[in-house]
């Protein structure tokens, strides 16, 4: 175990992994997204309460729940990155931010389309989609820290700082349903001692939510393969690898 680890933290062999994994990823990611958004969308009956709008939650789930993972993903590699100085934990944390912000930004907006009718307006200041919306604000802070450094180990270093920081907002977002009175509905996947989802409408959520997870991993591997190129440039495994692609 320890030896693969040390492995994949070495850039060359991370970087061809990583171009050989990317089209499995795809076609993964691809065929689970079809398949669940073709079960929600189609085979799965109306809700009994929200009728056709329920839907929206196969994308906005999907979403929301990778706001949550990637941002605990880069506080995970920003803890190796600071401990171990490990450039490939480094590179994860910059790479994964934009995405971040992108499936944060996406939860936000197709929860305030599915409040709407719900709730009667776009945004209201409840606890989940405020501490969601501070979440957008943490990746847009890893962002805008990683662009105004330009050393770029000392800005890898202290995104990963701030990523450690925010993970704090993390169980928030997660728990806030269940800590304050807030008019955002209460966990229903994670309710396995007492499912609140049929089963044909859970099955395709559940594909749909691991399709994304794929998806997130199949743009994130080209993403550190560049900054990996940006950082390697005048190394020699940089020179072999572009003269056999």
């Known amino acids: 175990m320890y030896r693969w680890f040390h492995q994949l933290g070495s850039p060359p062999y991370f970087y061809r992994l990583a171009r050989r994994l990317e089209p499995r990823l795809a076609i993964a990611a691809l065929l689970l997204i079809a398949w669940g958004v073709y079960g929600g969308l189609v085979k799965a009956p109306p809700d009994y309460q929200q009728g056709e709008a329920f839907r929206i939650i196969y994308v906005h789930v999907p979403s929301a729940w990778l706001s949550l993972f990637v941002y605990t993903a880069m506080a995970v590699a920003g803890a190796v990155a600071l401990v171990w100085r490990m450039k490939l934990a480094e590179v994860f944390v910059t790479a994964a931010a934009p995405l971040g912000a992108a499936f944060t930004f996406l939860a936000l907006v197709t929860g305030s389309i599915w409040g709407k009718p719900m ?3 776009w945004w209201v200041w409840d606890a989940r989609l405020t501490s969601e ?4 604000f943490l990746y847009l802070g890893v962002i805008a820290l990683n662009a105004a450094i330009e050393d770029r180990r000392s800005a890898a270093r202290a995104c ?3 990523a450690l ?5 993390v169980p928030i977002v997660h728990y806030s349903v269940e800590w304050w009175n807030t008019l955002h509905q209460g966990p229903t996947i994670t309710r396995f001692d007492r499912p609140a989802m049929a089963p044909e409408m859970l099955w395709p959520l559940l594909w749909c939510a691991l399709g994304f997870n794929f998806l997130f991993f199949w743009l994130q591997l080209p993403r550190m393969r560049y900054e990996l190129l940006q950082r390697e440039a005048r190394s020699r495994w940089v020179a072999r690898e572009l003269g056999s692609e």
């Open 160 to 162: 990963a700082l701030l």
């Open 133 to 136: 919306l501070i979440l957008l």
């Open 119 to 121: 709730w009667g307006t």
């Open 165 to 169: 920081v925010g993970v704090i907002n």
